[in-house]
């Protein structure tokens, strides 16, 4: 079978892990052209993979470009045009995370998808690729701890990117959309439903800037499910220790929790500070591997006709969340949440 | 220093324990004089532990018996009449949590405590005196985790104690007036703050009993803070692993969690199931020398003169927000906790 | 029933903890006289636990104490000759480990201990007192891990104290005799076996003042059990962590470990080292429970005129295994353990 | 540059592992040619991963393949043979551990790699690329535990490959050849020394047969290092949890244990048995991404023309000390280590 041809819009950090995953890691892939508005990036991908088809302008590559899908890891605002566009010139869309950034254009991009059934949108919320969550995820579908009612998700950014966290709050919409989303995707999945009701609250302890630009620097939200479940958000941007996600499956007969110590590796050190596990230090880390899947899982499904499990309906339901949970922590008030 | 003569009214599972504690492990008290209802009960302390003044009356023991000061382990109910009582005879007191029943006897009990300033007034919130939470205390005074600002309070009672909560659920005041209220104690500990609003929701999934009498089997409430910081409890009783009381204070600059993994000792079994911690079981091998250690301590109080870090007022505290919780629960509404 | 009255000799940092134990903790003992050689010493339990019988002279103690036991915590080298005084002079004894400092004394003890069978004679090997050990041992016993066939035995002393190590080694009798004395309790104890044949090694990477006295900063030593088994033991005096004891029982089915995690409590911190579990720092702190265990022990052993599980042959089988494993890294050959 | 092509010799587990990572991992290699005695491993890679040169002979592979280098993923008691004929033919060779079943084998493959120092040779402990032993061997390096003088190897197979085990072992060559190898390499390498005394000892608790074979179900074995290190090796085939690999490097100033806990992933169940981690069941799962990066440095060696770390004399010195630890288990004695 040939390798799916793939382009990439957006080289940036996360940009290039993909571009790496599919130039050396996918072989049922090939990258074969790449978009960014920075020319030093396009060079960064000539040079170091090879890629030879190279654009500034997204419509161009996808009008022009030897190409049978695109990855879209441009910024979270262009999301829903850049997909809107591949799935219209007829292309299989990988999309990252989020979907879009309002409500409205969620909701188009649920039509635009609905318009191609027979191309492939798949949407990179990675964590469920990770091994660990897999196995969790298989585990409560085999009743190993009985039918899961609460899921507790932890989610902080390690307080050495503080300033990178400062710079993009004016913007980046708040904590609760751009970092807990993630959080809201697992409580979903494990539970199998969908919150009706948030309460949220957030602190700016150590970074009071937080709060003068609306945002948090940590939030708390409590979520009642439609079938009575119940889950909780703790999100983050300062945990001394490394990147922090943390998530905890409750059930009837027992419960589950990943990565309680989000350790780096297997060595743990006895030193003069006692016990010690050092921990990963970044998304790029933690996530390595399930950044792989889920791109190799795109491509398999592409290959394979197959459908995946996340849903466009998915990206609009956790953006809706996302929303509803900012407003209750603005709004000091329990939100109904609106689907 | 002559020995503080104690009292105990009250000789279940938990009065058992502090009558033992008293006689084998105080050695500056001596429990002189025993009260129960139940006869088996006072025949017990007669053959156990020597006790001779022994009373099926509260009041007549508290009139007639060689006592300084009572420790008052009786039903909830009894507590604000028990503690009124021995404070107007010129008793020490020492009494199990929770203060009262409802805010009003609460109220009551300060005044009478507020008109006997001599005597030491002591309330058995014994969590406080648990080694690790002590521990956890220093490190957070010496500012080991910077300014705390989130605390997350899990309690969850073994499973196999399940039928018996089932029980004494439709007299027991609820979860949250019943079991959280340790956890609520930590959190105002911990953050030295009052919560100024709460939200809480219940689910009742594996023994939906639990909701039909207006209770939940699960409870989880989040909680605002009068100088904005956050306090989260997941409260449960169907832990198949065990006892399992978790604490996490986070600050600033670090966070302590007291008890993930909540061990019954410090054997780990490598065998078919992998690598397992086994758990404790109760309360009373959790706390066991928490248990001996606030005696001590109130011992200690009376006979220095020193006054208890924990007050009636705590108490009172304490019951309010529990009931704010519950009300939350009950109504499904945002609440403003009164004091 | 009466309490017992003992007798303390040796008042240095264990005979305190053990006078103490007797007085506060002990309520069927009675702490009635002490002897020490350094006057402070006396004041000290005069004053703090209010000792009115003290001597400097451990023989005249025996004589004219009003006392039924004696708790013999003196340098090694007495405890042959006053274990032999106590006994014959009637009286119950408590010795600290280890039974003697040469072969010869040990054998001679067992002789006055068998001429004395009515009297207890109780070895203070405590770690077999201690929780997790006596759990692990139960463990063991109902076949949780199939046949015991090695144990991994390891004891580390906190870097922190290597001053007085040095200072201590030229008279200590070497790291095997001085520490793993304990490890090789607890390798017969679990194997319920004697060991035929050692070999031995020794470093001093970090104090090589430990070789110059003939000693080792760390041994290694490996063991054959007669019925087929194996040991190993890793002893030192650099643990930068704390005070590291940990043993690992092996069967057939399973294993057991205590204490890999030598945590000092249930406090586990997330801060800039990543995550970390702080450690116990000295054998009170960690057998701080194992000591008042053992003491208990003894005491009811005496007043229900009970056998203790050790035996002093184990405290001359101890010894020789000692000495066999000091000899086999002194000629750096294997040795052929005599009994 | 041209990618590295590459043929595979032996197409068990372990040779199909290989061989999917050259065609699908290693982007700057192609598998070109495979053989194997079973023409039914021809028929996967064939099938599978779209190999068109198939040999059922080795020496024909060599001789007429379009290659440059071989994997020797063949019988342990070819390898030498294997490689001889390779670099002979002057292909770089990748080798799987052990080197050689003798001694004199091994001389003359170290002969024969000098006679062609321009081709590459590199040998298989893939353990030395897992990404917690490098992290490991990294902070040695920079000195986070000082002086390292102590390596403490612990391999042992899971339970549930016993038949295999016992149907192997008459061949195997004995337990510390057959797996302690691993173990051997690792002391060497941390310690950065070679031992020149080893005392052995070995017991078959659970299967009676591997003695009857001469062989040792579980192994024991202590070495003394020639600048003054010790090392200590665990080696056995009945570990109930799992596949169990864990080093502990102990230095003057602290020390890394790799893997004290073997755990399958980051996920941690609270189930009846306790708090349970999982853990892995295989070598191929343990050191997956080992053997892709091992297989991935040895391209990268040949492409570049550097060096491999590991020298065809490291594969040698393992050999003889496995050999002189074998012979001290069968001859219960001390053994010098020549090499």
């Known amino acids: 079978m040939e390798p799916l041809k793939i382009g990439i819009a957006g080289l940036g950090r996360l940009g290039k892990i993909h571009a790496e995953n599919l130039v050396k890691r996918i072989p049922n892939a090939t990258l074969t052209a790449a978009c960014s508005i920075l020319q030093h990036e396009l060079d960064f991908v000539s040079k170091h993979l090879g890629i030879k088809q190279l654009y500034t302008d997204y419509d161009e590559m996808i009008r022009s470009a030897d190409m049978d899908a695109v990855a879209i890891i441009t910024t979270s605002g262009m ?33 635009v998808v609905e318009a191609h059934p027979n191309q492939v949108f798949f949407l990179g919320f990675m964590r469920r690729f990770d091994a660990s969550y897999q196995y969790a995820m298989e585990k409560v ?61 957030g602190s700016s302890y150590g970074y009071p800037e937080f709060a003068s630009f609306g945002d948090a620097e940590t939030g708390c939200a409590l979520y009642h499910f439609k079938n009575g479940g119940m889950g909780t958000i703790h999100t983050g941007r300062t945990a001394a220790h490394g990147y922090h996600i943390e998530t905890e499956i409750v059930g009837t007969k027992g419960s589950i929790r990943i990565s ?17 596990t050092e921990c990963v230090g970044s998304f790029p880390e933690r996530f390595e591997a399930a950044y ?48």
């Not at 219209?88 to 039509?111: M, Q, S, W």
């Not at 592409?302 to 996340?310: F, H, N």
């Open 292 to 339: 792989l899947k889920e791109m190799q899982v795109f491509v398999d499904c592409v290959l394979q006709a197959t459908k995946p499990e996340i849903s466009v309906y998915d990206g609009t339901r956790c953006t809706q969340i996302a929303f509803a949970t900012t407003q209750s922590y603005k709004e000091g008030k329990l939100v109904n949440i609106q689907y």
């Open 141 to 201: 579908k085999s009743g190993a701890i009985g039918q899961p009612y609460l899921v507790k998700a932890v989610g902080i950014d390690p307080l050495k990117y503080i300033e990178g966290a400062l710079k993009f709050a004016p913007t980046s919409g708040g904590i609760y959309i751009d970092m807990a989303i993630h959080d809201i995707d697992l409580m979903r999945w494990f539970l199998n439903d969908d919150p009706d009701t948030v309460y949220a609250l």
């Open 260 to 276: 309680p110590v989000p350790q780096k590796n297997l060595a743990v050190f006895y030193n003069e500070h006692g016990v010690v």
């Open 79 to 111: 999301h829903c045009a850049h997909l809107t566009t591949a799935l219209e010139a007829g292309k299989h869309v990988f999309c990252e995370k989020p979907l879009g950034v309002t409500i409205e254009e969620c909701k188009h991009a649920e039509k």
